[in-house]
């Protein structure tokens, strides 16, 4: 069975819709920054801040293409992920990649009072979102398929997913 590898930005709902999914699927979840601090041994804030950036997309390199490489997963992977090819094609050598999106607004909304994203420190997380939306936006687009999230619950989500999955199995 392939996996179903969750993309997009931070506060679109990768995680939540995941753990929906992989209940109403019966296929194990796997979330990718968990998985990175389990291998590093420190949590996400603190590789960012410890070890840099760079470091950080190295490692998630290396969990791509070992997670890639499994079978009949949910991966959430981080809103990072698709910057770099390799990664995405990692990802998409065993499974359907499905990037979920939404507004600026609701991403706003949605992460405001978590603290557990780096790059959305400082005092402008609103003005970050927008930068990074702006920047990232070529990456994202590049996924077949998009779901949009803004307005929905994580079970509609999760439905339409398995509508998805359903329809690319019957081709
Ligand atoms: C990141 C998103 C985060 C995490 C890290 C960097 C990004 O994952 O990987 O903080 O570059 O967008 P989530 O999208 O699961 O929050």
Do not use: W
Request: aromatic share 6%.
């Amino acid at each position: 069975m392939q996996n179903i590898v969750l993309v997009g930005f931070m506060g679109t709902g990768k995680s939540a819709v995941g753990k929906k999914l992989s209940e109403q699927l019966g296929m194990k979840f796997v979330e990718m920054d968990d998985y990175i601090e389990k291998r590093e041994g420190m949590i996400i804030n603190d590789i960012f801040s410890n070890k840099g950036e760079p470091y950080f997309r190295d490692v998630e390199t290396a969990v791509a293409r070992e997670i890639g490489e499994k079978e009949s997963l949910i991966i959430s992977a981080g809103g990072g992920c698709v910057l770099r090819k390799e990664n995405v094609e990692a990802l998409g050598e065993n499974g359907i990649l499905i990037c979920l999106n939404a507004t600026e607004d609701e991403i706003f909304s949605r992460v405001k009072d978590r603290m557990h994203r780096p790059l959305l420190h400082g005092n402008n997380p609103k003005q970050k979102i927008r930068e990074l939306l702006q920047r990232r936006k070529p990456y994202y687009d590049k996924i077949e398929v998009q779901i949009n999230t803004t307005g929905k619950t994580i079970d509609q989500v999760a439905n339409e997913v398995e509508k998805v999955i359903n329809k690319e199995n019957n081709k």
